[in-house]
């Protein structure tokens, strides 16, 4: 939870082989990635609509990995 979501990071994750689960970012709240039961893995961004804790929870898909990559050009996060 504390660490910053780098590509060696990600890398690492992926070959842990667990699907199904989530990796957030500790540098940018609601920011994370998502590994799906089928492998695939996406980036994702999560926020409360409304206010408090009992605001609903959204979450919205902004590409998969590798296809959108960790970085600072181009199609990059």
Not at 11 to 27: Q, V, Y
């Amino acid at each position: 939870m504390g660490d910053k979501l780098t590509r060696r990071t990600l890398d690492a994750w992926i070959k842990s082989g667990d699907n199904d689960t989530w990796l957030w970012c500790g540098e940018q709240r609601g920011f994370g990635a998502h590994r799906r039961g089928n492998g695939t893995t996406s980036f994702v961004v999560q926020f409360r609509v409304g206010r408090g804790r009992l605001a609903k929870r959204r979450r919205v898909v902004l590409g998969e990995y590798p296809a959108l990559a960790l970085g600072r050009r181009g199609n990059r996060l």
